[in-house]
């Protein structure tokens, strides 16, 4: 039987130190949460404001027989700048801030050596500035945060280089800088059964999962008018705009055009007649609906979507849930 250990560490953007994180052998599962605050409660838009005393982590289960906690201390300081209180690269503010979290004694003492030896080796002229602290508890972080690296490469790598974090590594530790490409999805990324069931509630699990369809008029999205986005519940991709959203008088969410068309596929779907068109979000396979041609002009086309399969990102929290690329379809022309 596999022995598996806890280790959480906060360095900044837990996008980046969880795409890290995620290339070592050994290391089992790796979550993006908040850790170290007091509050009973933790989520985005509360760690953000860097009141609560949360940081930005992530917490690791890792095979101690394959990888030693020595292994991932030594990993994590080649990832952060262990100078920098302050935050991390250009995320600034006391929930970016660098921390190791032992979770007993024995984690204490071994951080405690770790950055000792550090300093030691002259390294860096200034001092190190990574607080170890007693663990608490951890918060995962919401699914759009999750294996970000993976969900959303393109955006991922963009904000990974244009925040520093690369080229100050390549910096001080040269040769010896791990490669930090996104670890590419492999075999076991997609959820199991179990995990889908303890993500999705139970409509959202129906529809998505089970093809099925939720009551007209009565679903959260039907009416909606706010600017945003429509993402997909699962994989967080982007689907849908506002700026496409209509009226179509059958009580489901109705777009005349997807946001990203590469993010959807269409099958035949035969299982009333006459046959419909399905459309399944691609990454997820989640079933989101069906498409119609009898939609408004130009393009004649109803995506008539279910709300239980989209989630909603208001336009202006689209930079802080990452989708700050659609930024400039909602501001005045």
């Known amino acids: 039987m596999t022995l598996k250990r806890k280790a959480t560490f906060a360095g900044g953007c837990f996008w980046c130190i969880e795409a890290d994180f995620l290339k070592l052998p050994g290391v089992l599962s790796v979550t993006s949460g908040y850790a170290g605050g007091a509050a009973e409660e933790a989520r985005y838009e509360l760690v953000a404001t860097g009141r609560t005393g949360h940081v930005e982590a992530v917490q690791l289960v890792y095979d101690p ?3 030693s906690y020595n292994e991932l201390l030594d990993w994590f300081w080649r990832h952060i700048d262990p100078t920098d209180g302050e935050g991390q690269f250009v995320d600034r503010g006391p929930q970016y801030a660098p921390v190791i979290f032992h979770h007993d004694v024995e ?4 951080a405690e050596a770790s950055l000792e030896r550090l300093e030691k080796t002259g390294r860096f002229r200034v001092p190190i500035r990574v607080d170890i602290r007693p663990y608490t508890g951890f918060y995962p972080a919401e699914d759009g945060h999750q294996k970000y690296c993976r969900r959303r490469p393109a955006h991922y790598a963009q ?3 244009g925040s520093g974090r690369d080229s100050f590594l390549e910096e001080v530790w040269g040769a010896e800088a791990s490669p930090v490409a996104p670890p590419a999805a492999g075999e076991g990324d997609s959820p199991s059964e179990k995990e889908l069931r303890a993500r999705l509630t139970p409509l959202q699990y129906h529809v998505t999962r089970e093809s099925g369809t939720e009551p007209p008029f009565a679903n959260e999205h039907w009416d909606r008018k706010e600017p945003g986005i429509y993402v997909d519940v699962l994989s967080g991709d982007p689907l849908f705009a506002s700026r496409d959203k209509y009226d179509s008088g059958t009580g489901w969410p109705s777009f005349s055009r997807p946001l990203e ?6 099958r035949r779907d035969e299982s009333l007649f006459p046959p419909r ?3 399944l979000a691609r ?4 079933h989101l609906g069906h498409v119609f041609p009898d939609g408004p002009p ?3 086309m109803r995506y008539c979507m279910n709300s239980a399969a ?11 849930e990452g989708y700050v690329a659609y930024r400039s379809l909602f501001e005045p022309d």
Do not use: C, H, K, W
């Open 65 to 67: 027989g394959q990888i």
């Open 107 to 110: 984690q204490r003492r071994l």
């Open 159 to 161: 904000y990974r280089a």
């Open 261 to 266: 068309p590469e993010s959807i596929d269409t």
């Open 277 to 279: 068109i399905e459309v």
């Open 283 to 286: 990454r997820s396979g989640n």
């Open 298 to 300: 130009p393009m004649g």
């Open 310 to 320: 989209l989630r909603f990102v208001p336009a202006r929290d689209l930079e802080r």
